[in-house]
């Protein structure tokens, strides 16, 4: 790109583009950084620099950038038929799609309403539980339950279910009767599961399974309608369910009747070395709700699917779920899908993340013996690293050293290092990693080769 075209995009981008949770003040004096193309697990930017992209855009590009059967796919639906809505009405790609979705989704999961992405498939399945308890019986039932730091989005909705007091302040009040219970890090677990054994990590997820019956209880089983757990929960750094928690939470739903949603929004579509979270950790959810690795990032998309009893009541007489979106199933976003799901067949993904994962594990694990390093965990291509401020007493970074570390150094030189990934202080301080699923060991080494330096540097300055 030359000179006149890259400043002609900074004035605009600095004098017209609103950028997503982004603190615009960082460039008062600064470039945008600005992305142009990317091929495989790399992008580059307007100055023709390299980064491994270790977040894959943002948990989305499963299989990499540039690929020209996907855009393909993109254009021939595009010629064919570019829009139409699913309002009343359908199109073959949505149909197809809804059928192969079903066909993958574990359990009687066969029912699939699409939306644009993760955030809208949130709303619809909390607007769903409440509509099917109205509709069955049971109209006390609306509240829900998930869990602290636990991130679903920033609709209305969604951002009520979202368990980060920070990003929810300015924009209260929101939708009353959400409620949260203790999430799965065992890193941060009470004192008395710190044994450090695996009967500690058992007895912590029973533990935390439990308090979502104490939260049932507390609140009145008839009014509590659903619990929204992410499979690996993402914000706070990656926390991967404990043996036996999710069949532990499985036995209270039922016992409550209170439905199970399981947030699958990253988890999804190979994540996690299988299609589903839910198949990974062997429990049968009432609905999930996915987005992101359904097509890649190649087009906008995302789904929540329901069980058939969800559907049954809208089956009979008058009754309609009174809700949809216009771009839910767009025709272009379902073509991109179904050739993303079949590159995923052909090309042997799931099978790829599960024979590399304990490799991309023990490669980011080489990292614990930096001082600054108390803890990497994560599944399949999933991963959390968390800082701290002292290893032994597993200390923690107040707000100020916080800030000075993940947005005073870490973001920018990890990114200036050629590694684009993500440092969060959504709860402790961590670095979070989620390459495209086509990486192996060369992509592995890398990130863990610029991780070790920038880290190493950062524990200096502190």
């Not at 062997?282 to 359904?294: E, N």
């Amino acid at each position: 790109m030359d000179d006149e075209t890259y400043g002609d995009l900074q004035r605009a981008a600095h004098d017209h583009l609103w950028m997503h949770f982004t603190r615009h003040s960082s460039y008062a004096d600064a470039d945008v950084p600005v992305i142009v193309r990317g091929e495989g697990a790399y992008i580059y930017d307007a100055k023709g620099k390299r980064y491994l992209d270790g977040l894959a855009g943002l948990f989305v590009n499963q299989l990499g950038h540039g690929r020209t059967d996907l855009a393909e796919a993109a254009a021939k639906q595009a010629k064919e038929l570019a829009f139409f809505p699913l309002w009343s009405y359908a199109h073959p790609k949505a149909i197809e799609l809804s059928e192969r979705i079903a066909t993958l989704a574990p359990g009687d999961l066969n029912r699939v309403f699409f939306t644009s992405g993760g955030g809208e498939a949130v709303e619809t399945a909390w607007k769903l539980a409440k509509n099917y308890f109205k509709l069955t019986g049971k109209p006390l039932k609306h509240k829900v339950i998930s869990r602290a730091i636990a991130y679903h989005g920033t609709t209305q909705g969604a951002l009520s279910i979202t368990g980060l007091p920070p990003l929810k302040q300015m924009f209260e009040p929101l939708v009353p009767s959400t409620f949260r219970v203790p999430n799965t890090n065992f890193y941060r677990s009470p004192d008395q599961f710190q044994g450090g054994n695996d009967g500690d990590l058992e007895a912590f997820g029973r533990w935390a399974a439990d308090q979502i019956a104490v939260a049932i209880e507390n609140e009145g089983p008839d009014t509590v309608a659903a619990v929204f757990l992410e499979p690996v929960q993402n914000a706070g750094g990656c926390f991967p369910p404990p043996p036996g928690y999710f069949q532990r939470v499985r036995e209270i739903c039922d016992e409550y009747d209170v439905l199970m949603v399981s947030d699958e929004v990253i988890c999804a579509f190979g994540r996690l070395g299988h299609m589903f979270g839910a198949e990974r950790y062997g429990y049968a959810p009432d609905m999930i709700t996915c987005a992101k690795g359904l097509t890649s990032g190649y087009a906008p998309a995302g789904a929540m699917i329901a069980t058939d009893r969800l559907m049954e009541p809208f089956l009979r007489g008058n009754e309609m779920f009174a809700h949809g979106y216009t771009f839910g199933g767009h025709p272009v976003s379902a073509a991109v899908a179904l050739a993303n799901l079949d590159a995923f067949e052909n090309e042997g993904v799931l099978k790829h993340v599960r024979a590399n994962e304990s490799a991309f594990r023990s490669t980011l694990e080489k990292l614990l013996d930096l001082p600054i390093v108390g803890d990497v965990r994560g599944d399949g291509y999933f991963y959390g690293i968390e800082l701290v401020k002292d290893k032994a007493t597993k200390e923690t970074f107040d707000h100020a050293e916080s800030e000075k570390l993940l947005f005073g150094f870490l973001s920018k030189a990890l990114y200036t290092a050629g590694l684009y990934c993500r440092a969060d202080d959504r709860g402790d301080p961590v670095v979070q990693l989620s390459p495209p699923l086509i990486c192996d060991q060369e992509h592995f080494d890398e990130m863990e080769q610029i991780l070790r330096s920038v880290l190493t540097e950062a524990g200096s300055l502190l």
